[in-house]
């Protein structure tokens, strides 16, 4: 099996290099000129961009193929403030110049919409803003002309009060978008409310493929291993993406997990800095026979600095041999 490991928008590697730079709101709205203050924004959108560029252009000397991009590359997109506002026709340039770059060099890339990004909901306007929100989403890849291997990953959300209902009203809102952005979409088991089960009960539904969150398994489930789930989960991916293969003549599109560690200390949900080698090894030794290939997104506050490190602790480890900076061949 060969396992490609990737990083969460930020480096702390690569210095002065934020692709998540903003404005508050209340900044915005004190300038007194809202036209030069939106082409502030757009300005630093295409720095967020640029900056995005230079990670990417990293990632490649890294040999890091998997990428998930800053959901905050449009500093208050969607927020009321900027009714009206469509930034794309001003970035088309600094989007399109990401794009060929994921093109060029066959990387996997990705976007997580944040938490306030719920089609469980039973709130109209919640939901429309969620919906909206995965629509700008869609917007960003299609800017960057990434097919459907670009994916958005999203939790199914919050039970309020009656988890079936939930899941009914995720189903349905979610099979009530367009077929595009449907396509886009992956689902993620979380930490508190849905779990790896029950999230991929829903993937089947719904036909969306489905992250695997060990950190989120661990402490959310109803006694069943990850591993047992694995061949289910496998076959959500399948059809999930386009026929072309990676810069290692893979698939473009294995399956993803999510790999963190919990942080020393009270809430065993909270991130640590670098990811423990053991669990993330033996779920992987599990699954190696009937996986040709995984791919696998840290989740550690290090970002690729985690990455390193567990590229170190994998060295010399029997049955693990090195493919390049950041892939292994179990």
């Known amino acids: 099996m060969i396992v490609r490991f990737g990083y969460v928008a930020m480096s702390t590697v690569v210095s002065q290099a934020s692709p998540s730079k903003t404005m508050t709101a209340t900044v915005f709205a004190k300038l ?3 036209e030069a203050a939106v082409r502030k924004l757009e300005r630093i959108a295409a720095e967020n961009l640029h900056n995005t560029l230079r990670l990417l252009r990293h990632n490649r000397a890294s040999d890091i193929h998997l990428y998930r991009f800053s959901s905050k590359l449009i500093p208050l997109v969607g927020h009321g403030l900027l009714a009206g506002w469509d930034p794309f026709a001003a970035l088309s340039e600094s989007f399109a110049e990401v794009g060929e770059y994921v093109r060029l060099h066959r990387m996997r890339t990705s976007f997580h919409p944040d938490h306030f990004t719920v089609l469980s909901t039973p709130r109209q306007d919640v939901l429309d803003n969620s919906v909206a929100d995965l629509m700008r989403h869609h917007t960003m890849l299609e800017a960057m002309g990434l097919n459907r291997n670009a994916k958005c990953n999203i939790h199914v959300g919050g039970s309020y009060g009656d988890k079936q209902a939930a899941g009914q009203r995720f189903t349905r809102n979610f099979l009530a978008l367009p077929q595009q952005v449907r396509e886009r979409v992956t689902l993620e088991n979380d930490d508190k409310t849905f779990t790896a089960e029950e999230t991929l009960a829903i993937c089947e539904e719904v036909g969306a493929p489905m992250v695997l969150d060990l950190h989120h398994h661990m402490v959310n489930n109803d006694g069943e291993k990850a591993a047992s789930l694995w061949p289910r989960i496998l076959r959500t991916w399948e059809g ?8 290692l003549g893979l698939p473009a599109l294995p399956p993803k997990i999510h790999v963190s560690s919990p942080r020393e200390g009270k809430d065993i949900r909270a991130h640590a800095d670098y ?6 090894l033996e779920f992987m030794r599990e699954i190696a026979q009937d996986t040709p290939a995984l791919d696998v997104m840290l989740e550690a506050k290090m970002k690729d600095g985690a990455l390193f490190r567990l590229m170190e602790d994998l060295a010399g480890v029997q049955g693990v041999r090195q493919v390049d900076q950041a892939t292994v061949e179990l």
């Open 240 to 247: 999930a993406g386009t026929q072309e293969q990676d810069a």
């Open 275 to 280: 990811v423990e080698r053991g669990p993330l």
């Open 32 to 34: 007194g000129d809202r």
